[in-house]
């Protein structure tokens, strides 16, 4: 199996996007185990190699408690933007929903090498901004679906 066209590394040359996995370490989840949880410190970003994550958000309602999906990450994804977003707390919950491999990327390594090849550092937050808009048009929906329905409730 090739390997993934990373969504965070398009519109790079095969030779950076070599120099960029370069300071990954690798990390292996197993089926249910947490990678960060809401509100944690986020001072890495993952890029999923093989399985998949789960991106949730934990929810009490009344006097139980629920993960609400409000997205997947496969293989080329990546998974933790907040790592590199002030103020640098995960967003969301990520779980492995099978056994998955990752490749960990901190954010001092990445920020280091962007210091020195800013026309790298341009088009990775540029894709960068593109995935976190991604990931807002998921919550504007899921937001006016629920307003929607607060809406009719209330003219019902």
């Known amino acids: 199996m090739p390997p993934p066209s990373w969504d965070i590394l398009e519109n790079l040359s095969s030779s950076e996007v070599t120099a960029i996995l370069s300071l990954a370490?690798?990390?292996?989840?197993?089926?249910?185990?947490?990678?960060?949880?809401?509100?944690?410190?986020?001072?890495?970003?993952?890029?999923?190699?093989?399985?998949?994550?789960?991106?949730?958000l934990p929810l009490?309602?009344?006097?139980?408690?629920?993960?609400?999906?409000?997205?997947?990450?496969?293989?080329?994804?990546?998974?933790?933007?907040?790592?590199?977003?002030?103020?640098?707390?995960?967003?969301?919950k990520a779980s492995a929903a099978e056994n998955t491999e990752l490749l960990a990327l901190a954010r001092v390594s990445l920020l280091a090498h962007f210091q020195g090849r800013p026309?790298?550092?341009t088009i990775v937050f540029?894709?960068?901004?593109?995935?976190?808009?991604q990931r807002l048009q998921v919550f504007q929906t899921l937001w006016i679906?629920?307003?929607q329905h607060v809406v009719k409730t209330k003219t019902a």
Do not use: C, Y
């Open 60 to 92: 009490t309602v009344g006097d139980s408690r629920m993960d609400a999906m409000v997205g997947e990450r496969r293989p080329g994804h990546l998974v933790g933007w907040s790592g590199l977003i002030p103020p640098h707390r995960f967003t969301v």
């Open 145 to 147: 679906r629920e307003m």
């Open 25 to 56: 370490r690798p990390l292996n989840l197993q089926e249910g185990e947490e990678l960060f949880g809401l509100g944690d410190e986020a001072d890495r970003v993952f890029l999923v190699v093989h399985g998949l994550v789960k991106l949730t």
């Open 126 to 133: 540029s894709n960068l901004a593109r995935i976190v808009g």
């Open 119 to 121: 026309e790298v550092g």
